[in-house]
């Protein structure tokens, strides 16, 4: 389905596979031991899929999936098997990309280089994030002595819910978890590295790991404006909240109309949704080299 107004796709549909899920922003489809991920342009706020969607977001989701897949492909090997949509509606190119089927870690792998976010309210209350001490005397959006790995269990629906690592050994064992921490701070240092030389902060980011043949895959979506945090490395000024490459504007917005975060969740102007689009756009230009 396309939004008239914008050109946006908000929902694909695909007789000729199963639909698998449907999820925040991502429609999935089954065919055998291979799965179609499209990335729509629907938009989520405070946990809310919005009936507006963002113009090229879904475009810009998968395409810098795909710069950062082959970016990290001598650290970790991924899902990613073709962006062949032939046979295909249109509006599946450019969004949409072939994977191999996964046995996937329930559990969210973030990275922290900056306190922010969750963890900055963590912090307020404990002094800690995920129950790792930090020094006193923090500011948000403070560069962190080092990067921390804060992970989550992964939520269908609300908020993801920040876990202690002892948690994650006890959920999926000592010897996955060493090694989906390591590997999660290892990939954070290669990209927020090469991301400060593009002018880019990467504050947080989080990704997900599969199992196939034994061997632990990144999966899903990676280092893109929806699962990571990017700051302007220009304007970069901590002791408070940072301008940032993702829904600002969305939210921005809507704690101006004092919505009361229920459903049904409202419409965006177009200047949003516009403004939200350049953004995503932004980013993708900025860490690339590349225009969509």
Same mark, same amino acid.
């Not at 107004?5 to 291979?34: F, N, Q």
């Not at 090229?56 to 999936?65: A, Y």
């Not at 969750?118 to 912090?123: A, E, L, N, T, V």
């Given at each position: 389905?396309?939004?008239?107004?914008?050109?946006?796709?908000?929902?694909?549909?695909?007789?000729?596979?199963?639909?698998?899920?449907?999820?925040?922003?991502? @429609?999935?489809? @089954?065919?055998?031991?291979?799965?179609?991920?499209?990335?729509?342009?629907?938009?989520?706020?405070?946990?809310?899929?919005?009936?507006?969607?963002?113009?090229?977001?879904?475009?810009?989701?998968?395409?810098?999936?795909?710069?950062?897949?082959?970016?990290?492909?001598?650290?970790?090997?991924?899902?990613?098997?073709?962006?062949?949509?032939?046979?295909?509606?249109?509006?599946?190119?450019?969004?949409?990309?072939?994977?191999?089927?996964?046995?996937?870690?329930?559990?969210?792998?973030?990275?922290?280089?900056?306190?922010?976010?969750?963890?900055?309210? @963590?912090?307020?209350?404990?002094?800690?994030?995920?129950?790792?001490?930090?020094?006193?005397?923090?500011?948000?959006?403070?560069?962190?002595?080092?990067?921390?790995?804060?992970?989550?269990?992964?939520?269908?629906?609300?908020?993801?819910?920040?876990?202690?690592?002892?948690?994650?050994?006890?959920?999926?064992?000592?010897?996955?978890?060493?090694?989906?921490?390591?590997?999660?701070?290892?990939?954070?240092?290669?990209?927020? @590295?090469?991301?400060?030389?593009?002018?880019?902060?990467?504050?947080?980011?989080?990704?997900?790991?599969?199992?196939?043949?034994?061997?632990?895959?990144?999966?899903?979506?990676?280092?893109?404006?929806?699962?990571?945090?990017?700051?302007?490395?220009?304007?970069?000024?901590?002791?408070?909240?940072?301008?940032?490459?993702?829904?600002?504007?969305?939210?921005?917005?809507?704690?101006?109309?004092?919505?009361?975060?229920?459903?049904?969740?409202?419409?965006?102007?177009?200047?949003?949704?516009?403004?939200?689009?350049?953004?995503?756009?932004?980013?993708?230009?900025?860490?690339?080299?590349?225009?969509?």
């Amino acid at each position: 389905m396309t939004s008239p107004t914008s050109g946006v796709v908000l929902e694909t549909t695909l007789p000729s596979l199963k639909l698998r899920a449907r999820g925040k922003v991502r @429609d999935i489809y @089954d065919d055998g031991d291979r799965l179609l991920f499209v990335a729509t342009d629907r938009i989520s706020a405070f946990d809310y899929i919005l009936a507006t969607g963002i113009p090229d977001k879904g475009r810009v989701l998968t395409q810098m999936t795909l710069f950062w897949f082959d970016f990290l492909r001598d650290v970790v090997p991924n899902h990613f098997l073709s962006t062949d949509m032939s046979g295909l509606p249109p509006e599946f190119d450019g969004r949409s990309m072939w994977v191999r089927r996964a046995n996937m870690v329930e559990v969210e792998c973030v990275a922290r280089g900056y306190i922010s976010g969750s963890g900055w309210k @963590d912090y307020q209350r404990t002094g800690a994030i995920c129950g790792i001490p930090l020094p006193k005397g923090l500011r948000e959006s403070d560069q962190l002595p080092e990067p921390i790995f804060t992970p989550a269990t992964k939520a269908q629906t609300g908020h993801d819910e920040n876990i202690s690592f002892d948690a994650v050994v006890k959920l999926i064992g000592a010897d996955l978890a060493t090694k989906l921490r390591d590997l999660t701070l290892g990939i954070y240092k290669k990209a927020s @590295d090469y991301a400060r030389t593009r002018g880019i902060i990467i504050a947080d980011t989080k990704f997900e790991f599969g199992i196939i043949n034994g061997e632990i895959i990144l999966a899903d979506e990676v280092l893109t404006p929806d699962s990571s945090r990017f700051w302007p490395l220009a304007t970069y000024a901590p002791g408070g909240a940072q301008p940032s490459y993702d829904k600002q504007y969305v939210r921005d917005y809507l704690e101006s109309i004092h919505w009361n975060k229920q459903p049904p969740a409202p419409a965006l102007p177009e200047d949003v949704a516009r403004k939200t689009g350049e953004k995503y756009r932004e980013a993708y230009r900025e860490l690339t080299g590349k225009s969509l």
